[in-house]
């Protein structure tokens, strides 16, 4: 069984709260390679959530198991699809924007502060003193 990296686990998006697999063990969703009901279990649960378009799009990366009601071939399929009607050979050459990719924000540090920045975000607290800190730091070294 494969288990989503921990940096994923801990990114808390909004449509979440609303996800039908709320609940759910997480290895419904990473079947064993040959398991069809165990997939089929998996997709009925994708079926009947109101947020699936969000979770796909925000998954779409994600190599393995069941998610967004497709599976890690179907996903691959769709990143091919996406990169060739943006004009480009492979995903690997489109920019990280188009492919589907949402980078965690590191909450507390100044890389922090410059990733809310560049989304048009409000800094949140942690981040803000992150980077109150870092001026700080920088104005003694510069005295």
């Known amino acids: 069984m494969t288990e989503m990296s921990p940096v994923r686990l801990f990114v808390r998006l909004p449509y979440r709260d609303h996800a039908a697999c709320v609940g759910e063990p997480p290895e419904v969703f990473f079947p064993e390679r040959g398991d069809w009901q165990a997939v089929e279990a998996a997709l009925s649960v994708c079926a009947r959530c109101p947020v699936r378009e969000e979770c796909l799009e925000d998954n ?4 393995d198991g069941i998610v967004g009601g497709t599976s890690a071939k179907e996903r691959r399929r769709l990143r ?8 480009y050979n492979r995903v690997q050459d489109m920019p990280y924007s188009l492919r589907g990719v949402v980078t965690p924000i590191p909450h507390g540090t100044a890389a922090g ?8 975000e409000e800094l949140c607290r942690r981040c ?13 070294r510069a005295s």
Do not use: W
């Open 60 to 63: 779409l990366n994600e190599t």
């Open 128 to 140: 803000r003193e992150a980077e109150n800190v870092r001026r700080l730091e920088r104005a003694e």
């Open 113 to 120: 502060a410059k990733a809310h920045r560049r989304r048009g």
């Open 80 to 87: 091919k699809e996406r990169a060739k009607a943006h004009g």
